[in-house]
DNA sequence: TTGTAAGCGTTATCAC
DNA sequence: GTGATAACGCTTACAA
């Protein structure tokens, strides 16, 4: 492997000229940068990169941690973050973290090492405090509402837009209504889970925890929801489900078992996803690959910045 | 920020014993792998892994190029290449590549300046020819039957796979068979492409190329499927549809549009998701997250090695 | 416009 | 067991 020295020698010049003729600073004869790229066409040249990172302090590589590569709500994250990696010439570092707490400590922990600038945590595992203490080795950012903390933050306001959900099915006539959800632990979670027990306190319903249906992450899913509504002596008439590939999967297995939506039971997704509209699905918008574009820009800087993103109702044959 | 040289003079040891420490290295002394280990502690430090990178001329990165991060076939192949990476202390470098050959380039970059230590190609767009002089820096695999080629690789043989469906087809008293794909100009595509024209001259069928559907990648997909087959004068009896997201997409767009499977159309998914399960869709098994297990032992070897892997045919509902 | 030389933080070789 | 010291290949003051 021939180095940035033997280029050097062999085209008559400093490694410095070398380097200028390699980052295109200007002050090189023409002469001279002619003989450097001549040097580098014959000798087959390449930088080492991890040479340039040593000596630089960075990267040019962004962490993204998923908890999953094959769920479309952080598919479509990731094709924002991606996009926007591309145009601003950084390359992204994948943690598939299946939820697995060591799994986001490793992505930390190149954080610390400096193999990756930043890191973006599209669903976050361990402690809040954890994360702040690694604050020190780079810029983090998260896709969570955490007021009073911080770290830097894209998201939807979870509270309210589940909120005005269940406000909406209640209009509509809805007095028991359930919801399906990925895990029940994550803050954006909490956040809905909170909005469903407000909810339920200030029209005084009765609060059903079986309506509470976890677990809900992919299109088959939506089978076992359905199963397990059926078994219940008194069903929700409505459902809020955190991903329309769910609620796609509980209108086919609705279809299956014969029973009629929304007369039987009424349901609204989340994202808007194309399988959303080709099944008719009343669902609530997210510009998930804004969002993941938002990451990105917010990683790459050292400000903190907390940017809600606003989402919209799209009423189809659902409800 | 602490590093080796300091901790020595913090320990009153050389960086050498330190770096035994590190590297939990023998030959040293308890005493003085106590007094590195305080301070390690107490200065907070953590190794820089660009100058370990460095030092030693390896990365523990490997990249994988993907056309689409929210396309279920490739997500399932970076499953179980996350699965292994992770088990062999790996990292990895994902390129989103929208199949766009200077995408492509830049992961070739890489490997050939040393950012990764070698590459996964679950799809490809450049010139083989290109991969070829690539192969000096460092293992490249693909994803594909590419015989007499110098590069390793783990596939299917998509060759026998459609004319043994294509068969079945043909047994079961189809005689006008169409298709659905991703793109026509991959390898994979092109032997698809190959067995469907020898399947017709084998029966002496008549050849319509209308029956060759093409840019079939998401579930939405099988709208614009079902829409152009209800146009034509002799529409097709049957339906190989190389990936079962779409083939799930196929069956919901002729429920809304009340045509009968498999009495109208007989559909043969792709690589048995649980979605084709759930609809009863017949399907062609292929272990893809096995398929990346395989692509990231191949990658992390320098063994030149082509291994097809087999598939089976799960017969359900819609043939 | 050009070059010298001092980093960047490790690992590896070899002598003691 | 232990420690100098030379790589690894690049960037960047600083000097000329």
Chains 1, 2 share one sequence.
Do not use: W
Not at 28 to 53: D, G
Not at 161 to 171: G, K, R, V
Not at 237 to 258: E, F, H, K, P, W
């Amino acid at each position: 492997m021939t180095n940035i020295r033997d280029l050097a020698q062999m085209a008559g010049v400093s490694v410095t000229t070398v380097s200028r003729v390699l980052n295109q600073h200007p002050y090189v004869s023409e002469e001279k940068r002619k003989a450097v790229l001549e040097a580098i066409k014959v000798s087959n040249y390449h930088k080492n990169i991890n040479a340039v990172h040593l000596s630089k302090g960075k990267t040019q590589l962004m962490g993204v941690v998923i908890p999953f590569s094959d769920h479309s709500y952080f598919a479509m994250l990731l094709k924002g973050i991606a996009k926007q990696a591309l145009e601003h010439n950084y390359k992204l570092v994948l943690f598939q973290t299946e939820y697995i707490e060591s799994k986001e400590m490793e992505a930390l922990q190149m954080l610390k090492q400096k193999q990756i600038d930043s890191l973006i945590i599209c669903s976050r595992s361990c402690d809040i405090s954890i994360i702040e203490e690694h604050l020190q080795f780079g810029p983090i950012v998260l896709c969570e509402d955490n007021p009073r903390s911080k770290i830097s933050s894209t998201f939807v306001n979870h509270y309210k837009i589940f909120s005005d959900a269940l406000d909406y099915l209640y209009q509509k006539g809805h007095r028991q209504i359930g919801y399906c959800i990925g895990r029940r632990s994550g803050t954006n979670s909490q956040n809905r889970e909170l909005a469903y027990q407000h909810f339920h306190k200030k029209y005084r319903l009765p609060y059903n925890s079986d309506y509470i249906i976890d677990q809900c992450l992919y299109f088959e899913d939506g089978e076992r929801v359905i199963t397990r509504i059926k078994e219940m002596d008194t069903p929700p008439s409505a459902l809020l489900v955190t991903s329309d590939q769910v609620a796609a999967g509980i209108v086919i297995s609705c279809q299956n078992q014969q029973l009629s939506i929304p007369d039987d039971i009424a349901i609204i997704g989340f994202d808007n996803e194309p399988i959303a509209k080709m099944l008719n699905i009343t669902t609530i918008e997210i510009p998930l690959v804004e969002m993941g574009g938002n990451l990105f820009q917010q990683a790459l800087n050292r400000a903190l910045t907390n940017r809600e993103i606003s989402v919209k109702l799209i009423e189809r044959g659902t409800v």
